[in-house]
């Protein structure tokens, strides 16, 4: 693999320039904003532990990762913008089993087990990570866009067990009357309107030059300071079943 090899799979990169998609890369400092206030929120309420620290700083990873993709767009930025991603969601999504839901860590080593295995076979059929058909461009000062290489989804199906993780903590938070529920169902709806946004940057470039993947930045970083307030504002469990 050429690590330093040009990807060119959003609507607004036209050609290989550091700042060729500006508002794919600023639009990053949302990531930046959720772990300031999570970091603020955490600190009111004395939730400084270990864990949330861990969270708030991979949000802010997650936030330099995309940054460096979007401006070297290239293969190793590609995997600094996905690898944060994804320890965050197993990160968080085991947090939220362990706090949320009181399940004592014997359950919570299957459970990192089976995400492990998830995160593994996403990789294995994503290839980089970007799970669309990344697009490597010759020596060009330009990129054409009108006959986009990637799928119908634009990549997105990677992002199916984040989706189905939102889901099942939203129906188990709701069913339990737990405090977290509203923040959940609010990041679950968040998370959907910026997967639709993700989905649609590559086929709109025809009418939207500048794509709406920014978009997409924006709203997860809203997702990601919803999850946040919702876990530090919540007590850490309702029941503590038997591991």
């Keep these: 693999m050429d690590w330093f090899a040009a990807i060119d799979i959003y609507c607004e ?20 904003l959720a772990a300031v206030w999570g970091w603020v929120e955490a600190s009111k309420r004395d ?5 949330i620290v861990v969270l708030i700083a991979l949000a802010a990873l997650i ?4 940054f460096l993709f979007h401006t070297f767009a290239n293969a190793w930025s590609s995997l600094a913008d996905v690898i944060p991603i994804w320890i965050f969601v197993a990160l968080f999504v085991l947090v939220a089993i362990h706090r ?7 359950r919570i080593g299957i459970g990192l087990a089976v995400t492990v295995g998830l995160v593994a076979i996403l ?9 669309s058909q990344t697009s490597t ?32 903590f939203a ?23 910026s997967l639709t946004l993700r989905t649609l940057d590559m086929h709109l470039c025809a009418v939207w ?35």
């Design 137 to 168: 461009e010759p020596a060009s000062d330009t990129y054409d866009h009108t006959t986009p290489a990637n799928t119908l989804l634009n990549g997105s199906e990677q992002y199916l067990p984040a989706v189905l993780a939102l889901l099942a």
């Design 47 to 51: 939730r400084t532990d270990l864990v």
């Design 13 to 32: 990169r036209t050609g290989p320039e550091f700042w060729a998609e500006p508002l794919n890369a600023l639009s990053n400092l949302s990531f930046i």
């Design 171 to 193: 129906a188990l938070s709701h069913r339990k009357s737990h405090p977290i529920a509203p923040w959940v169902a609010a990041a679950t709806g968040t998370f959907m309107v």
């Design 100 to 106: 949320i839901g009181g399940v004592r860590p014997g």
């Design 63 to 66: 936030g330099l990762g995309s």
């Design 209 to 243: 030059p500048f794509g709406t993947h920014f978009l997409w930045h924006i709203m997860n970083g809203l997702t990601i300071a919803l999850l946040f307030q919702g876990l530090i504002r919540s007590p850490r469990a309702l029941t503590a079943n038997p591991g």
């Design 123 to 131: 990789f294995a059929f994503g290839g980089d990570g970007s799970g």
